[in-house]
Structure formats: structure tokens, C-alpha cells
């Protein structure tokens, strides 16, 4: 199976766990939501520091970053103030010391981890893990953020199977994001069920996305996928 589960890790800041293609013979309840193509970008919350760490995937990154440090204006511009608004408000949010937010940093012409960096950029949130709490289920981030515009945008709730899985990938009916900043080539969806501490994910792209990619990248499309 190549369903992944969310554990908690021990790291400096909390990473994001790779997420395995579809699986086989899953029929659970689960929200798939818009898999937009750009760069993890998390960004840790301190309750004394406010947000004070900013990462890709493996490493961590400051203003200075040639490739990432415009994220961090810019998440300060669409993000932080109404953020910390919330986590300072809430009577559950504020109990945490630190919670990470994950969010995906892209452009219209962004591709497989590729940016233009003249191309204008946005950051979609798609993940909250408060720490020793583990990733909120699906339901409790759209509880919490889903009145935030530039979320994850849910694509179907319902049960895990074939059909929905034939029809990602047969892009029918076609995946079209309502974000400002749109891209070309829908890349797919990423499928999110369970809660607690048995949350389990995987991803399903488009077939044109992955012709695409083996245009791009011939010699290691299959790394990128």
C-alpha cells in the first residue's frame, strides 16, 4: 500500500513526511484536497517568539535565500498577522507552545519543485501540526482555517475508490483551482483520512501532468514523481 501515516517526530523543527501514489483495495472515508505544484515551505509558531522559523522540506531558510526568502515577506504579508490573530483568540490554539504550519509555495509557472523567479507567487496552507499533538484531521484544519481564503481547496468528501481515483488521473471532470494564481497542468489531489494519531494520506496526479513531467525530465521523472 503506499498510504502513508502522519507520525510525530523528534526533529529541530517538525518536517512533513512523504506521501506515497494511490493506493489499492482503500475504501475509507476521506477529504481530497487540491495538490497545487510548488515547494513545501513550514513555518514554526513560538508563543513567545511569534513566528520565528521558517524551512522547505529538508532545510531550513532565511531572507537571504536566493530561491525561498521572498517566502517569508510574503507569508508575513498574507499570513502571519491573522494567523497569530487566531492562535492568540483561541482558547485551544493559545495552549500550545509551538505549532508548525505547512504551506505550498508556488507561481503559475512553477513545476516539479522548478520556480521562475520573476514569476508572482503565492503560499497555500495546507497542514497544521501543534506540537506533541500530531497533524489535525481534515475536518479540524477546515474547522479552524476553512474561512481563510488561499487554503487547501477540498476537491470531494466521500469514500476512497477506483472511480475516484480513475478520474484524477483522467483529469474528467477537470481539476480547476478558484485561486488567484492559477497553473496549466493540474498536478492532482492528495486524499486525507482518519484523525488523531492514525491520520493516513496518499496522492493521485493527473496523467497529463506526469506526461509532462516526463517531458521535462526524462532521465529522472520517476524521482520527481
Not at 150 to 174: R, T
Not at 188 to 202: F, I, M, R
Request: proline share 6%; net charge positive; glycine share 8%.
Amino acid at each position: 500500500s503506499n498510504i502513508i501515516y502522519f507520525k510525530s517526530f523528534g526533529d529541530f523543527m517538525k518536517t512533513y513526511p512523504s506521501i506515497g501514489g494511490p493506493a489499492s483495495g482503500h475504501k475509507k472515508p476521506m477529504t481530497a484536497f487540491f495538490k497545487y505544484d510548488g515547494s513545501n515551505i513550514r513555518v514554526e509558531f513560538d508563543r513567545k517568539k511569534g513566528f520565528c522559523k521558517f524551512g522547505t522540506k529538508k532545510n531550513m531558510f532565511d531572507e537571504t535565500s536566493e530561491w525561498f526568502g521572498p517566502a517569508i515577506p510574503l507569508f508575513h504579508e498574507m499570513w502571519g498577522e491573522k494567523l497569530e490573530s487566531l492562535i492568540r483568540k483561541d482558547k485551544h490554539l493559545k495552549t500550545f507552545q509551538k505549532i508548525t504550519f505547512f504551506f505550498e509555495y508556488f507561481g503559475e509557472k512553477s513545476f516539479a519543485g522548478w520556480h521562475d523567479v520573476a514569476d508572482p507567487k503565492t503560499l497555500v496552507l495546507f497542514d497544521v501540526n501543534p506540537l506533541k499533538k500530531g497533524f489535525m484531521c481534515p475536518k479540524e484544519f477546515l474547522d479552524y482555517f476553512g474561512h481563510f481564503e488561499n487554503i487547501a481547496e477540498v476537491v470531494y468528501e466521500g469514500n476512497y475508490n477506483e472511480p475516484f481515483v480513475k478520474s484524477i488521473m483522467q483529469n474528467d471532470p477537470p481539476l480547476i483551482s478558484k485561486l488567484a494564481i492559477k497553473q496549466p497542468i493540474p498536478e492532482g489531489v492528495v486524499c486525507k483520512g482518519g484523525e488523531k494519531h492514525n491520520l493516513w494520506a496518499c496522492k493521485v496526479k493527473t496523467a497529463i501532468w506526469k506526461e509532462e513531467l516526463k517531458k521535462r525530465h526524462p532521465e529522472d521523472w520517476e524521482e520527481l514523481m
